[in-house]
Nanobody, 123 residues
Framework: QVQVVESGGGLVEAGGSLRLSCAASGSIVSISDMGWYRQAPGKQRELVAFVSRGGSTNYADSAKGRFSISRDNAKNTVYLQMNSLKPEDTAVYYC?????????????????WGQGTQVTVSS
């Protein structure tokens, strides 16, 4: 079993900052890409940023210059530093991790999602 748990959401004024954390735990052999997605009310879930195991990053245009993603492979943890927050950043933020686990029949790869953390930016 693999658990993915996000933390760090909350209410912040426009222009403020938040740091989200996401930790994966369980019978993990390795984790490839880790990413952050968000879903605002009435909208589809969208990619915010992801980081490969080697540290390569990719950002949505809306996040470039304001958000920074990083990871600690030893802790199976990914972070999202969000600065200059805007009301349109208000959403539930979800963590996603590509995890390889060891099963009785061999290795298995699957994508795991966290339960989400609410970020609300007031104007």
């Amino acid at each position: 079993q693999v658990q993915v748990v996000e933390s760090g959401g909350g209410l912040v004024e426009a222009g403020g900052s938040l740091r989200l954390s996401c930790a994966a735990s369980g019978s993990i052999v390795s984790i490839s890409d880790m990413g952050w997605y968000r879903q605002a009310p009435g909208k589809q879930r969208e990619l915010v940023a992801f980081v490969s195991r080697g540290g390569s990053t990719n950002y949505a245009d809306s996040a470039k210059g304001r958000f920074s993603i990083s990871r600690d492979n030893a802790k199976n943890t990914v972070y999202l530093q969000m600065n200059s927050l805007k009301p349109e950043d208000t959403a539930v933020y979800y963590c996603n991790a590509g995890v390889t686990t060891s099963r009785s029949y061999g290795l298995e790869y699957a994508a795991y999602w966290g339960q989400g953390t609410q970020v609300t930016v007031s104007s």
